[in-house]
């Protein structure tokens, strides 16, 4: 019998809220004014993006001057597939652009209509968004750019009426996961409310969620094992912070569960009882999700609480 390959799109995806120092907070703000800044360094180089020390010596660097929005074409890729969240949505080039006074390259996209048309060496400008906001992105692209000498510079020393003092970074991974042999069987059985391991011949753990191999003997697992559906509470920690896209109330608890017959514990959130009284040793069963395609949580099941010398080698 042959089993069906699973295959799912997967989402990864972390944003994050980071503040920003002196010359991060200046550079960015330059950008939402359409002025771009650079760095001075004690021995006269200016390094566009600016940073906060000198990448050679260490020395903190604060000294800001403006540069030209023209520049030349260092190195370049051509891309012709542009992905969700790049600067453009037909095909461009990557390029590293020495914008004029500056002595170091900064990296974006630039709008041609082919390859043919990028060359090392070729002037490009800025192209400003038309909606600006104190980001990277505020610098919509480069575009090619005929002069041959850079544009005049006001010699901005980065003071600005209002500071971007913050940014949200969006740091996104989409793919298409293939779960395997092992996991495919894992994910079957939970659709029909069974959970299963595999054990391994060697050292005779039972691994669930199962991984087609030992992860300690390195050698390959076959013997399927159901296991649980009850299990122990082996350790815990208290969710203080409500998470984007699940509705649950905060505090919740999430605890390692070592279902009866598995030599490895998994990760669950415990409901049906205040946080407070979750502990070490209490015993749970899942409840599943509506469809029964996966546990959506464990709570007690009102049996006394394990020893605690059944499950301190799962902790």
């Not at 453009?88 to 900064?106: E, H, I, S």
């Not at 002037?123 to 480069?142: H, L």
């Not at 500071?163 to 079957?188: F, H, W």
């Not at 999700?289 to 007690?300: L, V």
Request: hydrophobic share 35%.
């Amino acid at each position: 019998m042959t089993t069906e390959v699973l295959k799912a799109p997967l989402v990864v995806e972390f944003p994050f809220t980071r503040s920003l120092g002196p010359v991060q907070s200046a550079f960015l703000t330059g950008l939402r004014e359409q002025v771009v800044l650079g760095v001075r360094t004690a021995d006269g180089r200016t390094l566009v993006p600016p940073v906060e020390y000198d990448p050679v010596t260490a020395d903190e660097l604060r000294d800001l001057v403006q540069v030209a929005p023209t520049g030349t074409v260092t190195t370049w890729a051509w891309n012709p597939d542009p992905r969700r969240g790049q600067p453009l949505d037909t095909p461009f080039a990557w390029v590293l652009v020495r914008l004029d006074g500056a002595d170091t390259a900064l990296l974006h996209a630039l709008d041609a209509p082919g390859p043919d048309a990028v060359h090392t060496g070729m002037r490009v400008r800025v192209r400003w968004a038309a909606q600006r906001s104190g980001a990277i992105t505020d610098i919509a692209c480069f575009e090619p750019h005929d002069s041959a000498s850079g544009s005049e510079v006001s010699g901005h020393d980065g003071q600005f009426a209002s500071m971007v003092t913050g940014i949200v970074a969006e740091a996104r991974l989409d793919y298409t996961y293939s779960p395997g042999r092992a996991q495919t069987d894992y994910i079957n059985a939970l659709a029909e409310r069974r959970i299963v391991g595999e054990r391994c011949p060697s050292c005779r753990k039972v691994y669930v969620p199962p991984r087609g191999a030992c992860p300690t003997c390195g050698v390959a697992t076959a013997e399927q094992v159901e296991v649980g559906p009850g299990g122990t509470v082996t350790t815990y920690c208290i969710v203080n912070i409500k998470a984007r896209n699940l509705d649950i109330e905060v505090p919740y608890v999430y605890a390692h569960i070592a279902l009866d017959g598995a030599g490895l514990a998994l990760h669950g959130r415990i409901g049906g009882i205040p946080y407070d009284q979750v502990r070490m040793g209490l015993r749970v069963e899942p409840v599943w999700t509506e469809g029964g395609r996966y546990p959506d949580h464990y709570r007690p099941t009102g049996e006394p609480d394990a020893d605690y010398e059944t499950y301190k080698e799962l902790l």
